[in-house]
């Protein structure tokens, strides 16, 4: 059989030619980091980064290591699935780790128990009206402050023309301020135990890959996802094809602030406390995971899957650097170097794809 089928035109269809998938490149370089991390470790401390060499424990897994990967990241990976549909629709949000901060703030002032040790609550934000409620309020409001930044961001952006950058920058910091007015500066602690529920366990993970299939089958079977790479690829003809642009703009930044919103519930709730610096640096930490997956910073292009794989590759990269014993302060550094790093890798694929058109 012929290696090429002819097409319309004469036109030709090259099976070598084939592009893998983005999230095929994205797995391999998983892999291949921890196969980098697999012989720092056999060389320089003598086991491994991820298998079981000594019998520890009951699989040939580190069991415990795994968790702790996946959970550090999962809470970020929430915000990563909202970042991920603002950027393939063509734009940037800023906002989401001040959102985390706000959010915290004010949905743990809901969740808090009227009592501690018999004694009345020493952090209470409310009278004990509004004490010892049902996990689905604060769960409610948290989402509704989410909701709200997102909806004035899209607003914002899609009917005063001002570039996203600018416009959730300026969330950024209102967020930020409002979260520290909230209670002065003041930790809100002691929830319920059905709102610490939430956070505890495995729960963030599980919360996170229900997110991310739910949001995988969003973006690839509906029409909201088809218009989001419809705008991202090309504002003007998604316009001309009589998409509301402005509309799904606003539903898209909304969403994304649900997401943030729903994450920093979680995040108060595995901490079982909340302060105004919550969420500090997780907007670029989430961006860094979009853009490490395969989405395109140009917009059009990208995938929740790949978004995941991002998120385990950023996780993967902390844990290692813990298992090296390495200091915080060279985790920074090198983190910002990924993030600039995923920036130029972009890039260099956009130059690519260019240069084959």
């Known amino acids: 059989m012929s290696e090429s089928t002819h097409g319309i035109g004469g036109l030709t269809f090259d099976a070598k030619k084939r592009a893998r998938p983005p999230e095929l490149n994205v797995l391999f370089a998983l892999i291949l980091i921890i196969g980098v991390f697999e012989l720092l470790g ?93 996990a689905i309020v604060p769960l409610v409001v948290g989402l509704s402050v989410g909701i709200a930044a997102g909806l004035i961001n899209g607003l914002l952006i899609a009917y005063t023309r001002i570039p996203p950058f600018i416009a959730t920058l300026g969330m950024m910091v209102t967020a930020r301020g409002a979260a520290k007015w909230w209670t002065k ?12 529920s939430i956070g505890q366990g495995m729960m963030p993970v599980l919360l996170f890959i229900l997110l991310a299939v739910l949001f995988a089958l969003i973006l690839r079977f509906t029409v909201y996802g088809k218009r989001t790479y419809a705008i991202g690829s090309n504002e003007d003809a998604a316009r001309m094809s009589g998409i509301n642009v402005a509309r799904h703009k606003v539903l898209v930044y ?16 595995k901490n079982l406390t909340a302060q105004a610096g919550m969420g500090v640096m997780y907007e670029l930490d989430a961006i860094a995971m979009t853009v490490i997956g395969g989405v395109s910073l140009a917009g059009g292009r990208g995938s929740i899957v790949g978004t995941v794989l991002g998120a385990l590759i950023f996780g993967v990269i902390i844990s290692g650097f813990t298992f090296l014993r390495l200091d915080a302060y060279y985790q920074e550094m090198v983190k910002g170097a990924i993030i600039v790093g995923a920036v130029v890798l972009d890039q260099w694929r956009q130059g690519r794809m260019a240069a084959k058109m």
């Open 254 to 269: 909304t969403i994304a602030g649900a997401l943030a919103a729903f994450a920093a519930v979680v995040l108060s709730a």
């Open 185 to 196: 500066g003041q930790p809100v602690s002691f929830p319920t135990e059905g709102y610490a």
């Open 42 to 134: 056999a060389f320089l401390m003598g086991q491994s980064f991820l298998f079981d060499s000594a019998d520890r424990f009951d699989s040939f897994l580190n069991e415990a290591r795994l968790k702790i990967i996946i959970l550090q990241v999962s809470i970020i990976g929430i915000i990563a699935i909202g970042s991920t549909q603002v950027i393939i629709s063509g734009g940037i949000d800023l906002s989401p780790g001040s959102v985390v901060g706000l959010t915290a703030m004010i949905a743990m002032s809901f969740a808090q128990v009227a009592e501690v040790n018999g004694n009345p609550n020493p952090k209470a934000v409310f009278g004990p009206a509004w004490m010892d409620l049902p």
